[in-house]
């Protein structure tokens, strides 16, 4: 705990996990939105399609029914080489080009917020 000098409260400071908007924005916004228009899959098929590829747990162990890991339990890194597999796989065997964050700014700009 810490406690902050002009007030007095006290607070916690703890590593964020879980991704960014900013990051689930790039990777539906300019990598599934890529695959779906190559494929011609909808947003959701093509994501569950690379989250089963991708993310795979062990299957159920009462039906066998085949599993994956939910890519919002993903922290930081895992999602990072999650988003970094699909690139890798789409460019390997689907010839699909898929730029970096940092080269795609325009296609997933953060939202502005209005301020009241």
Known sequence: MTICPS???EFEIRPATG???QANRYY??????AFSEHTG????EMHELL???????????????PRRKRTPKCDTA?????VERCRR????????????PNEAPGQWTPKRRRVA
């Open 51 to 65: 989250a089963m590829k991708f993310l795979r747990i062990e299957d159920d162990p009462l039906t066998g029914a």
């Open 28 to 33: 539906f916004g300019v990598v599934i939105k």
């Open 89 to 100: 796989f789409a460019a390997s065997e689907l010839g699909i080009s898929i730029p970096d």
């Open 78 to 82: 895992e999602f990072h080489e999650y």
């Open 41 to 44: 899959y909808e947003r959701d």
């Open 19 to 21: 991704r960014s908007s």
């Open 7 to 9: 007030c007095g409260c």
